[in-house]
């Protein structure tokens, strides 16, 4: 397997980290990452948190080999860039913000000052990207089989994976969805509380986490229609909305479950202590971070928290 550095494709060594603007914005990071995935902060020089970040988010990139190169936007000086961005569904309210692409496109992100571990983690997913000895591949073809419905066989496969690659967040993550999606929830837990330390903060480990908490709430799911019916008696029973929301999902209809939740929160966001923001949370960690759903979502969300 390839290693950090000796990829044929990596990074000149002096063209890793630069600074971007709307002018180098499509060369540097839609063409740029055609050949090598970039990683975006998107900072401000008010921003305290972006000031800690932006170091250590050097640093693994420097770590990293030539297989990621960075570029820093300063949003106050790039108004016109972040706010066509934003129109086009990242949500940078919020900074800083940073986001992985690959192939022209933004693949994975996250929000606020983070541990140095998570922001390894990160890195590494992106780099992996570049090339990592066809275990992309493999797990790509995993990830086919689990949307078919062949979870089994999915299973197998992330199992092999993970016997070649222990640490391999995007196969354990894969393997502990498979045997949600199996039914099998209690060996879904068992695999992931056995994650290993330096992978247990990565965003798959968190997407199956939170879908292992979707598929409990889905099992004790209230009927449907008769929730519809009571919210649509009494609009102020927030239990009942947020209930609806519950059932929803488990039906499959994850944009209206969404948008239940939205509406809850704008009535009442401190409602039982948050409920409606901590399960829209829950939501967005099941799904990929560019899902159309999470980022519609969360720009709607920052909309009314910063309102």
């Known amino acids: 397997m390839l290693e950090l550095g000796q990829?044929?494709?990596?990074?000149?060594?002096?063209?890793?980290?630069?600074?971007?603007?709307?002018?180098?914005?499509?060369?540097?990071?839609?063409?740029?990452?055609?050949?090598?995935?970039?990683?975006?902060?998107?900072?401000?020089?008010?921003?305290?948190?972006?000031?800690?970040?932006?170091?250590?988010?050097?640093?693994?990139?420097?770590?990293?080999?030539?297989?990621?190169?960075?570029?820093?936007?300063?949003?106050?000086?790039?108004?016109?860039?972040?706010?066509?961005?934003?129109?086009?569904?990242?949500?940078?309210?919020?900074?800083?913000?940073?986001?992985?692409?690959?192939?022209?496109?933004?693949?994975?992100?996250?929000?606020?000052?983070?541990?140095?571990?998570?922001?390894?983690?990160?890195?590494?997913?992106?780099?992996?990207?570049?090339?990592?000895?066809?275990?992309?591949?493999?797990v790509e073809a995993a990830e086919q089989m689990l949307a078919e419905g062949a979870a089994v066989d999915a299973a197998q496969t992330f199992a092999a994976i993970l016997g070649e690659a222990p640490d391999n967040a995007a196969a354990y993550g894969g393997l502990v969805r498979a045997h949600v999606a199996m039914g099998d929830l209690d060996q879904a837990e068992a695999i992931l509380n056995g994650a290993p330390a330096e992978i247990s903060e990565s965003p798959e480990i968190e997407a199956a986490h939170a879908q292992i908490e979707l598929a409990k709430q889905a099992a004790n799911a209230g009927p449907l229609g008769e929730l519809r019916a009571a919210v649509e008696a009494n609009p102020d029973d927030l239990q009942a909305r947020f209930e609806l929301a519950q059932a929803l999902h488990a039906a499959g209809e994850v944009e209206d479950a969404v948008a239940e939740l939205l509406d809850l929160f704008h009535r009442d966001r401190e409602w039982n202590d948050g409920a409606a923001k901590t399960q829209l949370f829950t939501i967005f960690d099941a799904l990929k971070p560019t899902d159309p759903i999470v980022l519609s979502g969360r720009r709607k969300l920052s909309s009314m928290i910063f309102a």
């Open 7 to 138: 990829n044929a494709g990596a990074a000149p060594a002096g063209d890793l980290i630069k600074d971007g603007s709307e002018a180098t914005f499509m060369q540097d990071v839609i063409d740029g990452s055609a050949e090598v995935p970039v990683i975006v902060d998107f900072w401000a020089e008010w921003c305290g948190p972006c000031k800690t970040l932006g170091p250590m988010l050097e640093a693994a990139v420097t770590r990293a080999g030539g297989k990621v190169r960075m570029v820093k936007i300063d949003v106050d000086k790039e108004q016109r860039l972040a706010a066509m961005l934003s129109q086009q569904g990242l949500p940078l309210q919020s900074i800083p913000t940073v986001v992985a692409f690959h192939q022209g496109r933004p693949v994975d992100m996250f929000q606020g000052a983070v541990p140095q571990s998570e922001l390894d983690a990160f890195v590494a997913k992106a780099a992996a990207l570049a090339g990592d000895g066809g275990l992309g591949e493999a």
